[in-house]
């Protein structure tokens, strides 16, 4: 990653220190806006990455535990690259990245969208 694209990352972030969401905690307002702002830099990642349609679907956000996922992420992300963080960090996140976009593929694999096609969760 070059200076430009870690700059331009960070800005998407919005914040200087890790940015933790607690979900379940929003208002609608609020969860919008977290939404919104989390979706800049989840294009990011899939742009950043190459990250295809099978492990983040374009319905991410309608999908609670692919929402949830993939916020811890940015958050891991964003204290790897914070001034005082540890030179291994970035290894650490990349380690972390695989686990994390398999878990994402397996989410994804069960819900069964498609590039095209969302799939609601039922709801029991």
């Not at 430009?4 to 919008?32: E, F, M």
């Not at 204290?79 to 380690?95: E, G, I, T, V």
């Amino acid at each position: 990653m070059n200076e430009d694209d870690l700059a331009k990352a960070l800005a998407l972030a919005g914040a200087s220190d890790p940015y933790i969401v607690c979900w379940r905690d929003l208002d609608p307002q609020s969860t919008t806006e977290e939404l919104e702002r989390l979706a800049e830099w989840v294009a990011w990642v899939i742009h950043r990455y190459r990250v295809d349609h099978k492990t983040i679907p374009p319905c991410w956000p309608e999908h609670g535990a692919l929402v949830e996922e993939l916020s811890a992420l940015r958050t891991y992300w964003e204290s790897c690259y914070q001034d005082d963080a540890n030179p291994a960090d970035p290894l650490a996140f990349h380690r972390d990245l695989t686990l994390t976009l398999r878990r994402l593929r397996d989410w994804s694999s069960l819900l069964g969208c498609t590039r095209t096609t969302h799939r609601p969760e039922l709801v029991s």
